[in-house]
């Protein structure tokens, strides 16, 4: 590799952003451009307006060039569309702010940054940068793998098509992060997440990211596509289970402890695994734990390891009918086809009076089945009278690396790369630059 290459971010979509420039930004065409500003379109066009409302108007993109050091602020962005979490924020951002036109007189936020400090907004915005050194490190190398694995597959491959239509009443998505046009990233959750600048101090990230600068994982000499999750509930998951068929050597099912579990083959076996509250890494049984492992954001979810949530038959018809846009009737049945080795559903079985349906993958499943998001496809329902009652395990898509399973881990003495060999079987690290 060359050196630190630069990456594109798309912040979020919106007609109308504000902001502040700290530093003399510069502005092709206008020249340089300090101070609040605002941005919007009008008649087909962005529009921007400095301080002293002085406007300008560009019929597709504007791009404000930031001198090293130089910082914005966006003012009231929004975030976490569609999960629990969402809501608006200001945030400060180093390197280049790109305005994109969209299609619906719409504009897409672009932040142009070095890749070693995006890393280190994404490991500050993941999880809490009080945790020991060695989780950070391994964080920041992961993260930085999954990205410039990205990065290389966008080059090499063409786009993989993940949205089949339906087909023989099966409704099978994922969600490739090849699928992004105009930046290499988002901000969300979606790829990683990314809020700018951390809040508070950040040394010990900048820390953590100096010292393993460059250093990837390398599984047979190519960059690991590094993927990983909030909580695995005790077994991580395969690949194919959330993406495509296909079997990737270092992405299979593991124990999250220092012992095995053994595989999960039946649905009874699920239900036993999804019902018992088995030692593992990310089972944390200490609340004030949650807090030093958690960032903010996130420390509502308390009970990721095993949770529950409820339904009424009505609220449940009405949740499904919104959000996976087919109407099922009256719901008679919800019936798991298929799991991955950590409980996780793949294929989904819906049955209602007007229309019998299969969903998956794992994702999907979450996205058709709560207002927001289920916390994860590993789940087993209860029906008592007109209450439908999910029990489930684990926190996202469960491949790979377990964040919180990590971090426990990082607390017990772990290193880095014991870590990350937990997770990710057969790889290696090494510096690319
Ligand atoms: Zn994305
Ligand atoms: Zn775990």
């Known amino acids: 590799m060359k050196g630190e290459p ?35 379109i009008e008649e087909g066009k962005i529009h921007i307006f400095d301080h002293s409302h002085k406007r300008l108007d ?4 504007i791009r404000l060039e930031s001198p090293r050091e130089a910082i914005f602020t966006l003012i009231s962005v929004p975030v976490g569309k569609g999960f629990h979490w969402e809501r608006r924020v200001s945030s400060r951002f180093q390197g280049n702010l790109i305005l994109m036109r969209t299609s619906g007189n719409r504009m897409t936020l672009i932040n142009e940054i070095p890749l070693e400090d995006y890393l280190t907004s994404v490991v500050a915005s993941e999880m809490n940068s009080s945790l020991p050194l060695e989780f950070l490190k391994a964080h920041a190398m992961m993260a930085r793998s999954w990205i410039l694995s990205l990065i290389e597959r966008k080059d090499r491959d063409q786009k993989i098509l993940s949205n089949k239509p339906p087909m023989n009443g099966e409704v099978i998505r994922w969600y490739s992060h090849e699928s992004h046009e105009l930046f290499d990233v988002c901000a969300e959750d979606h790829c990683q997440r990314y809020r700018g600048l951390p809040k508070g101090k950040f040394h010990r990230i900048r820390e953590a990211i100096e010292e393993t600068r460059g250093q990837v994982l390398l599984y047979q000499g190519e960059i690991c596509d590094a993927r990983y999750s909030k909580a695995c509930g005790g077994i991580t998951e395969n690949f194919e289970t959330a993406w495509e068929e296909r079997s990737v ?15 999960l083959r039946t649905e009874e076996e699920a239900e036993r695994w999804i019902l018992s509250k088995p030692e593992a890494y990310c089972h944390i049984k200490d609340h004030s734990l949650v807090e030093r492992i958690l960032p903010e954001l996130d420390r509502q979810t308390k009970d990721f390891f095993r949770w529950k949530v409820e ?3 009505e609220e449940l018809e009405e949740i499904l009918r919104e959000k996976s846009g087919y109407d099922f009737g009256r719901l008679k049945e919800i019936n798991p086809l298929e799991r991955g080795p950590s409980g996780r559903i793949k294929r989904l079985r819906i049955m209602g009076s ?4 299969v969903v998956g993958k794992e994702l999907e499943i979450r996205r058709w089945l ?64």
């Open 354 to 357: 007007k229309l019998n349906l």
């Open 6 to 40: 630069k990456i594109t971010v798309g912040i979020t979509e919106t007609d109308e952003i504000k902001g502040i420039l700290e530093g003399e930004f510069y502005v092709e065409s206008l020249g340089p451009l300090t101070g609040p500003f605002s941005a919007r």
């Open 249 to 263: 050597p270092y992405l299979r099912s593991i124990s999250d402890a220092p012992f095995s579990f053994p595989p």
């Open 311 to 313: 339904y009424d038959q």
């Open 370 to 433: 709560s207002r927001s998001h289920l916390l994860s496809s590993a789940f087993t329902i209860k029906r008592e009278g007109p209450r439908w009652i999910f029990y489930g395990a684990g926190w996202g898509h469960g491949v790979g690396f377990c964040q919180i399973g990590a971090a426990a881990m990082s607390l017990r003495g772990f290193s880095a790369e014991m870590i990350l060999r937990h997770y990710f079987q057969g790889v290696e690290i090494k510096k690319v630059y």
């Open 58 to 61: 560009f019929p597709q993109s």
